[in-house]
């Protein structure tokens, strides 16, 4: 039976991929691909005449969430705050982060936002973050820090002194408070972002968020020939229909299948990966701004490194988002622990191809009708039995990066601890039954350009798809443990 059940499925991934090279990466077209990089946004409301019965799906999804209206906007918009917080909000730390002193301080302003300052909300399902606009003007502040790298912030409430205010700060800044759904959960941790939204991530929270026209606000902010920047540049809310499918104007205007992008139909395995590899993923910085964390002016079709970088691996040391041998240890990082499949198993793995939403219901993620919130199977078992029958059991255990191995923390990164029960998407199991990623002849370096290949400090731990373009870089790569030795 199990027998019979893989080549079913390996049959399926090679009748796939026969698709794929027969198509020659046909789809999207050119011009889909033009329309995608030039196209205008005109938000997923649009599309609703059309597509009533997928919008009606999508419009109570967990994509329609990732960002709402506070307070601010009118009193309607409390009911987007959790509604603990809402009674308990006055006992809260709710200062608005303003500024960063140092690395290890930032400022914040001694007056705590009242609930109706409340511009946005960021989050509904697990957490929630709050903003509140600041124009960049004096004020008074505490100071908050950090001994472990920015994990855990505490407030100095015994002190406040005077902040002369940052032009260059201005916008909608987020509180110091995090909270969670659950009466009186909240991350002890606090918060530390001293960015605002618009510079730092709200490219990943909506849609079609347009970078220039903030730099170009910001800009004229700063020299006085603008009043304020309480703009966004969005043209969506929401994350909605044309963060996969492509702007829509053109097809809003004439109808056609060739003038609108169909994800699942992609045949370039790059491309169809990052239209959910856009968001779901941990960078390490914009290549477009120092001050940006997302993949702002990102389409479909462009690479991922032409907009950011990874978050970077300690092969063999680990760090905070990244275990010894490569497993994503926080939010958002399916995305590398699918792709080290390619190295895990080779380029023929099945796992290695996959998109997110192959498994993944994306119109109706978290919709209250569903059995399971994000599959399109019931349950992870039910998901995996599709390919690997009655073995599903058993391999699902490999999205649980954590059993077995020792807990790590500040400061001790150095172990294979990853992420919790179906969190982990590393598809490599080690001879004891627990999730792993490379293994040290597996781990992959690039040494710095006019480096001495015997110095370990010479060498940067770098991803196994970013290779290629470290070599046309002009630098040496090597595969292996320690390549200094």
């Not at 301080?105 to 109706?116: D, E, I, W």
């Not at 510079?199 to 347009?210: A, L, M, P, V, W």
């Not at 060739?258 to 139909?265: D, E, F, L, S, Y």
């Not at 978050?311 to 939010?331: E, F, H, I, L, Y």
Request: glycine fraction near 10%; proline fraction near 4%.
């Amino acid at each position: 039976m199990r027998a019979s059940i893989i080549t079913i499925c390996l049959g399926a991934m090679l009748a796939w991929f026969g698709a794929v090279a027969a198509q020659a990466a046909s789809y999207p077209s050119p011009e889909q691909l033009q329309i995608a990089k030039t196209g205008k946004y005109i938000g997923s409301d649009a599309c609703s005449a059309c597509h009533a019965d997928v919008h009606k799906t999508w419009a109570t999804s967990r994509h329609t969430m990732k960002a709402t209206q506070g307070p601010a906007f009118g009193k309607d918009f409390e009911k987007n705050i959790y509604s603990w917080v809402r009674r308990d909000w006055d006992k809260l730390d709710t200062y608005m982060i303003v500024d960063t002193k140092d690395a290890k301080t930032n400022y914040l302003a001694a007056r705590k936002v009242p609930m109706n300052e409340v511009t946005y909300v960021v989050g509904q399902t697990y957490k929630q973050r709050y903003m509140a606009y600041y124009d960049g003007g004096p004020l008074e502040v505490y100071e908050a820090t950090t001994a472990d790298g920015g994990i855990s912030w505490k407030i100095d409430k015994t002190k406040a002194s005077p902040y002369k205010g940052n032009k260059e700060r201005a916008g909608h800044k987020i509180l110091y408070i995090e909270v969670n759904p659950k009466d009186g959960q909240m991350n002890a941790n606090n918060y530390g972002e001293w960015r605002s939204w618009q510079e730092r991530c709200i490219g990943c929270h909506t849609t079609g968020f347009d970078h220039k026209a903030w730099d170009a606000a910001k800009a004229d902010f700063v020299a006085g020939k603008r009043k304020d920047l309480k703009e966004i540049f969005v043209a969506d809310l929401r994350v909605g229909c044309e963060s996969c499918h492509g702007q829509g104007e053109a097809h809003a205007k004439a109808p056609s299948k060739a003038n609108i992008i169909h994800p699942a139909k992609i045949t370039d395995i790059e491309t169809r990966k990052m239209v959910c590899e856009q968001c779901h993923t941990r960078t390490q910085a914009s290549t477009h701004s120092s001050l940006a964390q997302d993949l702002r002016g990102y389409r479909i079709g462009n690479a991922y490194m032409d907009f950011a970088t990874y978050t970077r691996p300690a092969w063999g040391k680990g760090n905070r988002q990244v275990s010894v041998d490569g497993k994503g240890r926080r939010d958002h990082q399916q995305d590398m622990d699918i792709r080290l499949s390619a190295t895990m198993k080779g380029e023929h793995s099945a796992h290695a191809a996959m998109a997110c939403f192959d498994c993944h219901d994306a119109h109706g993620v978290g919709n209250k009708n569903k059995k399971n919130p994000t599959l399109k199977a019931d349950s992870p078992v039910v998901n995996c039995a599709s390919c690997h029958g009655a073995m599903a059991a058993k391999v699902v255990k490999v999205m649980d990066g954590r059993q077995g191995w020792k807990r790590a923390g500040f400061p001790d990164w150095g172990t294979e601890y990853g992420r919790q029960g179906n969190k982990q998407h590393v598809f490599g199991i080690d001879p004891n039954g627990r999730s792993h990623g490379l293994y040290p002849a597996q781990y992959q370096w690039a040494l710095k350009k006019g480096g001495d290949p015997k110095k370990q400090a010479d060498w940067d731990a770098i991803w196994p798809w970013e290779k290629s373009r470290m070599e046309k870089q002009g630098r040496s790569v090597a595969v292996g443990a320690e390549p200094w030795k």
